[in-house]
């Protein structure tokens, strides 16, 4: 294991890691740290805790739409789940900027 330091959000962190996955998780941080970038400039979304937790979940919706992209069972109802999933998070995000 190798110790890395990264900085996701402007925050420094050490993490862990497998020396043979080092360039995958610098790649992970990259890709992340984008994501929240792209959200942040977008200022729908406010709190830092808001903008990683949408940025994880974008990300990770896209990857089980990758996963999923051969098998057509169950894409309909995940895909249902994950509309539903945002409809949440929106109606959350609108009261909490009627808050502000």
Same mark, same amino acid.
């Not at 890691?17 to 400039?41: G, W, Y």
């Not at 990770?60 to 990758?66: A, G, P, Q, R």
């Not at 995940?78 to 502000?100: S, T, V």
């Given at each position: 294991?190798?110790?890395?330091?990264?900085? $996701?959000?402007? %925050?420094?962190?050490?993490?862990?890691?497998?020396?043979?996955?080092?360039?995958?998780? !610098?790649?992970? #941080?990259?890709?992340?740290?984008? %994501?929240? +970038?792209?959200?942040?400039?977008?200022?729908? #979304? #406010?709190?830092a805790d808001r903008i990683a937790i949408m940025a994880a979940?974008?990300?990770?919706? +896209?990857?089980?739409?990758?996963? !999923?992209?051969?098998?057509? #069972?169950? !894409?309909? +109802?995940?895909?249902?789940?994950?509309?539903?999933?945002?409809? $949440?998070?929106?109606?959350?995000?609108? +009261?909490?900027?009627?808050?502000?």
């Open positions: 294991m190798k110790n890395l330091d990264i900085t $996701i959000m402007g %925050r420094d962190f050490r993490i862990a890691c497998p020396e043979q996955e080092e360039t995958s998780l !610098m790649m992970a #941080v990259e890709l992340l740290d984008d %994501r929240i +970038e792209q959200i942040k400039s977008a200022g729908k #979304v #406010v709190g979940l974008n990300i990770t919706h +896209e990857m089980l739409n990758l996963k !999923m992209a051969n098998s057509d #069972v169950g !894409m309909a +109802e995940f895909r249902q789940r994950i509309q539903h999933m945002q409809e $949440i998070i929106d109606q959350a995000m609108l +009261e909490q900027n009627r808050l502000f």
